[in-house]
């Protein structure tokens, strides 16, 4: 356990307020190859995480590092262009790092998303999962970013899990998605964290589909999870860019594929999250530019 404490959270937020006049309400994490989630932005600030004091760095092919803020809507928000996976080597500490800078920031919502593998019958590629739960493997077995002596500045020592994603905001993104005219590719799912990096083996896939899992990745959960605990309201959402390999003579995977998904369907990706960002509702007094 690596725990970071309350000074170094409140250090980086100091230094990216002092650097821009946006205060955030809403954060988006992109998933791999989701990064022009970012680009709907105006009025943009951007930080390459290099430049930011305590933040981890980005190793990930499709994950550019950077920290955008913007306006969207009349709404300001930040975006984790790159996110921090465990398999990368950093601790789930680091991994979160951001997610409580935010809260610092006076972000209320988080929207997360991620590539994934469908486990379902009904998810193809190209499909979007809206995740009403998740499976967080790595945290059932106690490699859990909140391990350690709790910070109760940020949230309680038992934090509760079951409904962490928000179900107006989940509502709200289905009924977006109707609008869209893109309902038929979307539906509700399961979502499960494993470590990583590697895929995962035919009998690993046929375990994870036996068990409900809908969809899997190897990030999110974590993120999940430290935000549940300091109170975010999280959106989440899986862009479905392979079926896992549950036969021998499934097409395998890789990452070059799982970005490509991440391309053919960034424009529907950024109508349907902009969408959500301009409809849903915010509690709290900040605005950017103040
Ligand atoms: O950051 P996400 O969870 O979108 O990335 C997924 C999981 C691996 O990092 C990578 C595999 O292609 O995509
Ligand atoms: N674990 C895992 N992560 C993914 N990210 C994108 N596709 C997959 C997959 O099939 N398995």
């Known amino acids: 356990v690596h725990n970071k404490c309350h000074d170094e959270y409140q250090k980086t937020a100091d230094w990216l307020m002092s650097q821009t006049k946006h205060r955030p309400q809403v954060a988006i994490i992109c998933g791999s190859g989701l990064g022009m989630l970012a680009d709907a932005l105006k009025c943009q600030d951007s930080f390459a995480y290099s430049d930011i004091p305590g933040f981890p760095q980005s190793t990930v092919q499709g994950h550019a590092g950077r920290l955008v803020f913007g306006e969207l809507k009349g709404k300001s928000c930040v975006c984790m262009q790159g996110r921090f996976h465990m398999y990368e080597g950093h601790s789930l500490c680091k991994t979160t790092f951001p997610v409580r800078v935010f809260k610092l920031l006076g972000v209320e919502t988080l ?112 993120e999940v999870v430290v935000a549940t605990h300091c109170g975010l ?9 392979n079926k896992c390999c ?23 990706l950024q109508q349907l999250v902009t969408e959500l960002i301009s409809r849903m509702e915010i509690n709290n007094n900040n605005t950017s530019n103040n």
Do not use: W
């Not at 309902?183 to 990583?196: L, N, S």
């Not at 549950?246 to 424009?267: C, Q, Y």
């Open 246 to 268: 549950t036969h021998i003579d499934s097409d395998s995977v890789n990452h070059e594929g799982v970005l490509e998904v991440g391309r053919l369907r960034s424009h529907t």
């Open 111 to 222: 929207i997360v998303t991620n590539a994934a593998g469908s486990l379902a019958d009904g998810l193809q590629p190209g499909d979007i999962m809206i995740i009403k739960d998740h499976v967080n493997f790595p945290g059932l077995v106690g490699l859990n970013p909140l391990c350690g002596p709790n910070d109760d500045k940020f949230g309680p020592r038992f934090p509760a899990m079951s409904g962490c994603y928000d179900k107006g905001l989940r509502r709200l993104a289905m009924e977006i998605g109707k609008q869209l005219g893109v309902a038929g590719v979307m539906q509700e799912g399961v979502y499960a964290m494993v470590g990583g990096p590697n895929f995962e083996t035919i009998a690993e896939a046929r375990l994870l589909h036996r068990l409900g899992v809908d969809a899997v990745g190897m990030s999110t959960a974590p």
């Open 233 to 241: 309201r999280v959106f989440g959402l899986s862009l479905i860019t």
